[in-house]
T-cell receptor, first 110, second 116 residues
């Protein structure tokens, strides 16, 4: 059974702090890994994609992937109130089969 | 590029009626599209994979006779919720994959269905 698990949250951080979001997945043949941000009532929007072990940085966002531990994380530096949303971890298996975690709700307090 | 649209953005229908939701890839062709359903405060659940020119593949527990999917062209997939009931009220989102090398999904804006 393919499963993607996230810490349920909610996660609350003060403005300017680092928010750390974690995700584990259960299937070793996973190919691609994504973090999506979803505001209430909206569809997900892509924040980061990562395909190989290590870190990938894009602005205030850093994705980390450890395939041996089946673990992927997202760090948000200098968190802003506008970052408040639900963050979905997604893992793609063969044939574009994308599975989502339950999401972590992040609140950044001014 | 890679824009996916959905229509309608929201719909209210009476119990027992059918509702059709359209998903279009506006600037690229998509031989495959995906349909998700999301209940409040829950994650996206894959309902089915829509394949252009062939039958859709449904996830376990999704009634194929209730959720009819038609992928008639390389830019259009439709989801018809037949004999809708209040428990079908949900947020329906479609997506289409990007290039085969990235496996990224491009999501439509979603359709909010309310069955009264």
């Amino acid at each position: 059974q393919k499963e993607v698990e996230q810490n349920s949250g909610p996660l609350s951080v003060p403005e300017g702090a680092i928010a750390s979001l974690n995700c584990t997945y259960s299937d070793r043949v996973s190919q691609s890994f994504f973090w999506y941000r979803q505001y209430s009532g909206k569809s997900p929007e892509l924040i980061m994609s990562i395909y190989s072990n290590g870190d990938k940085e894009d602005g205030r966002f850093t994705a980390q992937l450890n395939k041996a531990s089946q673990y992927v994380s997202l760090l948000i530096r200098d968190s802003q109130p506008s970052d408040s949303a639900t963050y979905l971890c997604a893992v793609t298996y063969n044939n574009n089969d994308m599975r989502f975690g339950a999401g972590t709700r992040l609140t950044v307090k001014p | 590029g890679a824009v996916v649209s959905q229509h309608p953005s929201w719909v209210i229908c009476k119990s027992g009626t059918s509702v059709k939701i359209e998903c279009r890839s506006l600037d690229f062709q998509a031989t495959t599209m995906f349909w998700y359903r999301q209940f409040p405060k829950q994650s996206l659940m894959l309902m089915a994979t829509s394949n252009e020119g062939s039958k859709a593949t449904y996830e376990q527990g999704v009634e194929k006779d209730k959720f009819l999917i038609n992928h008639a062209s390389l830019t259009l997939s439709t989801l018809t919720v037949t004999s809708a009931h209040p428990e079908d009220s949900s947020f329906y989102i479609c997506s289409a994959p990007g290039s085969s090398s990235s496996y990224e999904q491009y999501f439509g804006p979603g359709t909010r269905l309310t069955v009264t």
